[in-house]
Each structure stands twice: as C-alpha cells, then as structure tokens.
C-alpha cells in the first residue's frame, strides 16, 4: 500500500535528506524511512511538499503531463494592478520559456499564517501584497520569476495545495500521513 506524506517545509530547508552542512534538510524533520519527496521547494520557499514510498504516485505527482494545480500564497512587494494580474493570467513570457496561463488573485494575508524565521525585508514606503497563484507547471523559482517579470518581486512564497492535498492544520515543520 502507498504512503504519502504531508509536510510543512519551513524557510531555509532543503528538499533532500542528505546533509549540505550548509542548511537544515528534511532528515532534520522527517524520521519516517523509504519516503522521497514528489517535486521540490527552493530553500527559500515554505509549505506543502508531499513525500510517498510509490514511485509511480511520485511520478503522476510531478509529470507536468498530469498537470496537477498547485496553490500558491505569494506575499510581493507593491500593489499589483489588474495589468500585472493579466499578465500572470495570460502566460508571462521569460528569457527560457513562456509560462502557462496562471489563475491569479490578490488576497488577503492568510489566517493563522506562521511567523517566518528570518522574517521578510519591509521597507516603510513599501506596501506589500498578497496573491493566490494557482499554476499546472513548476519550473525552476517559476512563481518568483513571474511575479518579478510583471513587476512585483516575491518576498514570501508559500505552496499551499498540492491536487487535493492542502497545508491546512499543518504547522510549520511538522508532518503527517496522507490518505492515497
């Protein structure tokens, strides 16, 4: 039987389980063996990361050909206007490759939302935003690098959903089983 896991990847983690000696990685968190994460998280990225003993399930998660939705919470620096959010609803074109169209919203700060440990840099005469971007692709840093090309640079990024799996009551860090 498979086994998926749900984990809340804190800021600064990263998405493997040998040690760099630079950073924290997931064996620092997760003592469950033969689990492999289906896709990845930047270190510089938090949330949902799903990690399954099934090496089919893993590759049905990841194939962009099953085009499975990922949410995510993108916290940016300024105040998108409906241009820039047409823009990510359209496709942004990149120096390497032309995104697909995103489902893009601005939205409030999440509830019960978790500090993050190093905070975001905050300028005084700079608001910041909150979007809901849900994408069906996940190239390389490809949220920071659309939300920068429309012009709004992302301070936080947190992947919320994953198909049908969600962060929701799990707190930063910590992990639990999945139903399959």
């Known amino acids: 039987m498979s086994r998926i896991l749900l984990f809340n990847k804190p800021y600064g983690v990263i998405c493997q389980f040998s040690r760099d000696g630079l950073h924290p990685t997931l064996a620092d968190y997760i003592a469950v063996p033969d689990l492999y994460p289906a896709g990845r998280l930047d270190a510089d990225s938090e949330g949902l990361l799903l990690l399954t003993d099934d090496g089919l399930l893993q590759h049905r998660i990841t194939d962009p050909l099953h085009k499975l939705a990922k949410i995510y919470w993108v916290q940016v620096e300024g105040e998108p206007s409906e241009t820039a959010l047409a823009q990510l609803r359209s496709g942004v074109k990149l120096p390497d490759f032309v995104t697909l169209p995103a489902m893009a919203r601005l939205m409030e700060e999440p509830v019960n939302l978790w500090r993050r440990t190093p905070p975001i840099r905050e300028r005084k005469n ?27 640079p992302t301070l936080r990024l947190i992947r919320y959903r994953i198909g049908e799996w969600t962060l929701d009551g799990l707190e930063s860090g910590i992990c639990r089983e999945a139903a399959v």
């Not at 608001?127 to 090309?149: D, F, Y």
């Open 126 to 152: 700079k608001p910041t935003s909150w979007l809901e971007l849900i994408i069906r692709e996940g190239k390389n840093r490809q949220v920071r690098r659309m939300t920068a090309a429309v012009g709004y």
